[in-house]
């Protein structure tokens, strides 16, 4: 809320670099029905792999962790949750299909929201309403004590600020001044800054982001995991929250290192959209082109890898395809398999 008033955002100046993001993105968000068109079934590949990488990458961002096969099974609803962590999936998994199939249908306002955490939280029992205790953003140092990062909203005041939140990026959607990227990533500012939950904020906020997107035509997180990216550059994603967190409760706080950092992690989802399906595109013309595309990821690999990391970046090529080339690779003397087994690595020579 404190990034609304006073007329914060219509009263800054952008720089060059925060256009030249928004430009960026723009160009790749033109081509979304293109791709969607041209590629039925490699879309529907990168969407089952995205809603699975998304739900193991929010949660372990929070220090939950599941085995990867249990978590497959949960999220593919194969098994039932049996452990906090695995419900703590169970939940994303389902919140995550509600946005999926709904985004455009839902409102954005403090009920929906409620509702939202209350099915996140379904399986531990806790959620559905704002916190009734004051909270603390702390971070666990090497030696296992705590810092704080940011104090938050009170409790009492967190209805409050969430109506005002909600009423204000509406009304600044609806001016239609200020592009809709960057009001989307000042809410999610705010939102993390007023942290209205006991439990789930970091969660919320990543969901809260998706859906958000969704409704701005950004559809780039149905088929790559925005959650991996923030994952894979974590260190930049709470460093950036904190810095634009630094005198936020008197309106004085610098919205620039969050603002950009959000840009970059989701122009980062655009670029690796079309890396997956723009090069499959233009190959899918020529005969054999599973193999050249299997080939051409294993050639960009400098560590030891997987099949599964392989697939993540050929959609539509199968496992049991992957592993023929592997094989062929193998008696070529290419590469080799430095272990065996269920989780088989291999290493180019």
């Known amino acids: 809320m404190m990034s609304f008033r006073n007329d914060k955002l219509n009263n800054m100046a952008w720089p060059n670099e925060t256009l030249q993001l928004i430009g960026r993105i723009q160009e ?14 490699i879309l529907a590949a990168l969407r089952d792999a995205a809603i699975i990488q998304s739900t193991e990458s929010s949660n372990r961002l929070e220090g939950i962790v ?23 999936v169970a939940g994303y998994r389902d919140v995550l299909a509600t946005i999926h199939a ?41 030696d296992g004590t705590k810092r704080i990062r940011f104090i938050p909203v009170p409790a009492w005041r967190t209805p409050e600020a969430m109506d005002e939140l909600f009423n204000a990026y509406l009304r600044e959607r609806e001016r239609g001044t200020i592009n809709e990227l960057i009001l989307i990533a000042t809410f999610i500012l705010d939102f993390l800054s007023i942290h209205p939950f006991s439990d789930g904020n970091g969660r919320m906020a990543r969901l809260l982001t998706l859906l958000m997107l969704y409704q701005c035509g950004h559809e780039v997180g149905r088929y790559i995991s925005l959650e991996k990216v923030v994952e894979e550059t974590k260190d930049q994603y709470y460093e950036t929250l904190e810095q634009s967190s630094v005198g936020w409760h008197e309106g004085e706080h610098n919205l620039l290192p969050w603002i950009n950092y959000f840009l970059v ?19 899918k013309q020529r005969r054999g082109w599973k193999a050249q595309k299997v080939k051409e990821v294993i050639d960009h690999f400098i560590a030891d890898f997987t099949i599964q990391d392989i697939q993540e970046r050929c959609p539509g090529v199968s496992r049991p395809t992957i592993q023929r080339i592997l094989n062929e690779l193998s008696h070529d003397g290419t590469i080799e398999c430095v272990e065996q087994g269920r989780n088989a690595r291999w290493r180019k020579l």
């Open 28 to 41: 790749f968000k033109g081509k979304q029905d293109l791709f969607k068109q041209q590629l039925p079934e």
């Open 66 to 88: 599941v085995e990867t096969k249990r978590l497959t099974s949960i999220v593919q609803k194969k098994i039932q949750p049996q452990t906090r962590s695995e419900s703590d």
């Open 102 to 142: 709904s985004a455009e249908y839902m409102t954005l306002k403090p009920g929906v929201i409620l509702q939202l955490h209350r099915d996140l939280m379904q399986y531990t029992g806790s959620g559905g309403r704002f916190k009734i205790n004051d909270n603390e953003i702390t971070e666990t140092l090497p």
């Open 265 to 283: 992690m989701l122009l980062k989802s655009y670029q690796r959209f079309e890396e997956r399906v723009g090069k499959t595109t233009d190959s």
